[in-house]
Every structure is written in C-alpha cells, then in structure tokens.
C-alpha cells in the first residue's frame, strides 16, 4: 500500500526558500503513473491547492504561486520535491503531499508537515 | 478560477441526525468532477466522495454525494459520533483545482 511522507525544515525565514521533500514508499511512482500534488493548509484555515507534478516533468502549478514555485521528482529514490521562493508569513502552513490521481481528486495523503516562516 | 463556496461555515446536529452539506461553485464543474473530504481536529483529510456521488473506498454507506452544475451536495443520513468534523469539497473539472472553505459539522 502506497504510503507518503513530507520531510523538511520546519522553520523558514522571510524571504528565503521553503524545500519540502515527499517520500512514496510501497510502490514504485514509475509503475503508478503518479501525479503528487502539493497542498497547504494555514492553522485554523482552509486548503489550498499549490501544484501537482507527474513523475515523467509535467507540471501544474496554482497561477497564484507560479512565479515562486518549482517542483521536481527523483525517480531513483521514489521522491518528489517542492521549492516555494521568497517566503512570507502568510506561507505559514501545514503541507501536505497527496497522490493526485488522474490530476483529479487526492486520494492518499501524508501527515502533512508544519512550516512556518519566521525570523 | 472556479471559487467553490460552502455555507453555513458551521452546523449543529445531534447524533443520529441526517446532515446535509451545500457547496456551490461560481461555474459549472465539468463533467461533474467533484469530490467532498473529512477532516477531523490534527488530522489529515480523507477522501469521501469523487465524480459527484461516487463513494471512496472504505467509506460508509451513510455518506451519499448529490449534484451537477453549480451546486452540489453531501448527505450523511445518521450522524455518528466519529462524523463529527470539517468537510470541504473540491472541483477537479478546471485547473485551478480548488477547494471549499469547509463547513465545520458540531455537535448541538
């Protein structure tokens, strides 16, 4: 069974790079055909889609985080990864990677990682 | 973008009742591409329903989806304890994928 884990700083300051890393265990991303989408959620608010990437480069970002995003996948270590640039407070959230299947719904999530970005 | 609004932000029931869950989206969602998840306090949210009405696995019979268009629906027919939660939907028609600001289901 598909299993996903975020890693990644828990502390960011203003204006620096938030890199978070999602870890699929129990199944290959390759033999999948899997889309991992990004997703965050701000304490006490709702979610909020950030991009979704296909193991193979394709990319979809949200079009209001697109000129700070990147994402990227390391097939050899079952990996997908997450940059969001020039960081604010108002990045501050718990996020989440999740399967995004067929880029529709998100149907396995991981624990979710806390970020928050303060100096 | 299709901005997805649920309304009441909070509703009060007691065990047993039937809930019922709007969620309307500022245009059609294509082909009904709509999907309702639960999440409860330090939680990671759950898939409950996809294509509208269509049950994820595992999830309980009591939890129904209704809808097309604009305006969709998720129905609980007897609230359980374990229910009790945040639900928001979410439109896979059109990117942006977006989600509802959630509806918070409490206990009266």
């Known amino acids: 069974q598909l299993q996903l884990q975020e890693s990644g700083p828990g502390l960011v300051k203003p204006s620096e790079t938030l890199s978070l890393t999602c870890t699929v265990s129990?199944?290959?991303?390759?033999?999948?055909?899997?889309?991992c989408g990004w997703i965050r959620q701000p304490p006490g608010k709702g979610l909020e889609w950030i991009g979704s990437m296909y193991y193979g480069g394709s990319t979809y970002y949200n079009p209001s985080l697109k000129s700070r995003l990147t994402m990227s996948a390391d097939t050899s270590k079952n990996q997908f990864s997450l940059k969001l640039s020039s960081v604010t407070a108002a990045d501050t959230a718990v996020y989440y990677c999740?399967?995004?299947?067929?880029?529709?719904?998100?149907?396995?999530w991981g624990r979710g990682t806390l970020v928050t970005v303060s100096s | 973008e299709i901005v997805l609004t649920q309304s009441p932000g909070t509703l009060s029931f007691s065990r047993g009742e039937r809930a019922t869950l709007s969620c309307r989206a500022s245009?059609?969602?294509?082909?009904?591409?709509f999907a309702w998840y639960q999440q409860k306090p330090g939680q990671t949210p759950r898939l409950l329903i996809y294509?509208?009405?269509t049950r994820a696995t595992g999830i309980p019979d009591r939890f129904g989806g209704s809808g097309s268009g604009t305006d969709f629906t998720l129905t609980i027919s007897r609230l359980e304890p374990e229910d009790f939660a945040v639900y928001y939907c979410q439109q896979y028609g059109s990117s942006p994928w977006t989600f509802g600001q959630g509806t918070k289901v409490e206990i009266k």
């Open positions: 999740a399967r995004h299947y067929n880029l529709w719904y998100f149907d396995l």
């Open positions: 129990g199944g290959s991303i390759i033999s999948s055909s899997y889309y």
């Open positions: 245009q059609t969602v294509n082909n009904n591409y």
């Open positions: 294509a509208a009405s």
